[in-house]
């Protein structure tokens, strides 16, 4: 393998980079309908249990969690210069399931890259970015959301492995490189 693309391996394995594809262990990602690729987003209802996305380097990660009569989750995964289109994604799989809206229990969880020692203008745009995202889950969820921020280091370094993001939506928590919670 000469690139850095994604390569298949037989029964839908992939792997990341030549970098990922050499390391001992193989690690393999198992890309499923649960996986959410970049710039992208799905949905998942309780009955489906869980949704991941892999890959940070940069990018934004948007989890939703609502629960209302049912419980649901959605993962988007974009990077920051695709703003318009994460938050079409966002507006296009609340609109599909109307009950998100009307949910008691509504939060949201950014998943962005910290900034710390980066020029002020990169400082700027991100956190103009991600009070638009912000502004847009309001929008599209409701006032009533609760919304977190937590950054990620973008540089990745050994041990890290796929730098995966779960929703599990069944259970009501979230998991990644960086740590998770309840959003119960």
């Known amino acids: 393998m000469k690139d850095a693309t994604l390569k298949p391996i037989e029964f839908g394995y992939y792997y990341l980079s030549e970098r990922d594809f050499n390391q001992e262990p193989r690690v393999p990602v198992y890309r499923d309908r649960f996986t959410v690729d970049m710039n992208n987003g799905k949905y998942a209802s ?5 949704l991941k996305t892999y890959g940070l380097g940069g990018c934004n990660v948007t989890l ?4 209302g009569s049912k419980k649901h989750g959605i993962i988007t995964h974009y990077d920051t ?12 799989l609340v609109s599909g399931h109307p009950e998100i809206r009307t949910a008691g229990l509504k939060k949201a969880v950014i998943l962005h890259e910290d900034m710390d020692g980066r020029l002020e203008s990169e400082k700027e745009f991100s956190e103009r970015t991600l009070q ?3 502004a847009s889950l309001k929008e599209i969820l409701g006032d009533d959301v609760q919304i977190k921020r937590r950054d990620y280091s973008g540089s990745v370094s050994a041990g890290e492995g796929h730098r995966e993001v779960f929703l599990v939506v ?9 740590g998770g919670e309840s959003f119960e």
Do not use: C, H, P, Q
């Open 46 to 50: 309780e009955s489906d249990g869980r």
């Open 132 to 134: 638009f995202l912000e």
């Open 170 to 178: 069944r259970k009501g928590y979230w998991s990644s490189f960086i």
């Open 64 to 67: 939703v969690y609502a629960r």
């Open 81 to 92: 210069l695709s703003l318009a289109d994460n938050v079409r994604k966002l507006t296009e």
